[in-house]
């Protein structure tokens, strides 16, 4: 019974045109956008990034360290998404790529930094503090070679 079931399932997907055994068809890779485009979008992101996290306000204890920590990586995680909808010029993609490894390496560092503010954690403070320093020069540097001004901090 399971058998003819599934042999029928199997039947009706593939004549109604289903898409079973994934296409055969690769959708085209996304037009990489110009010089000029790309560097607006990127900045806007930043912008954006900056002004919502202006907004916050600044923790004064551990639980409200851990709510600013929580609404710092929700912002911050947008701005990765539209990092990586953005598809840059040929002669970009090797520091663009660069960037992209280290906002995740960022992205990771900020869970690190949550996960130590929520159980209380006190000495692990300054190695993190430090890694987000280091990879936040990192980044201003290539957010600088993309000529992101508004990403790069001076």
């Not at 079931?5 to 994934?22: F, S």
């Not at 296409?23 to 010089?35: C, F, Q, T, V």
């Amino acid at each position: 019974m399971r058998r003819a079931t599934l042999g029928a399932l199997l039947a009706v997907a593939l004549l109604t045109g289903c898409d079973v055994m994934g296409s055969a068809k690769k959708s085209p890779p996304p037009r990489a956008l110009s010089e000029g485009r790309f560097v607006y979008l990127a900045n806007h992101a930043c912008a954006l990034q900056t002004r919502r996290l202006r907004k916050l306000v600044k923790p004064t204890s551990p639980a409200t360290a851990v709510r600013y920590l929580r609404r710092a990586i929700a912002i911050y995680e947008r701005t990765v998404v539209a990092f990586r909808s953005l598809t840059p010029p040929r002669t970009d993609r090797a520091a663009y790529n660069r960037l992209l490894r280290l906002l995740d390496g960022e992205d990771m560092t900020f869970y690190r930094a949550l996960r130590a503010a929520e159980s209380g954690q006190v000495a692990g403070r300054k190695p993190l503090l430090r890694r987000m320093h280091r990879l936040g020069r990192q980044m201003d540097s290539e957010s600088a070679k993309l000529g992101l001004r508004v990403c790069a901090r001076p």
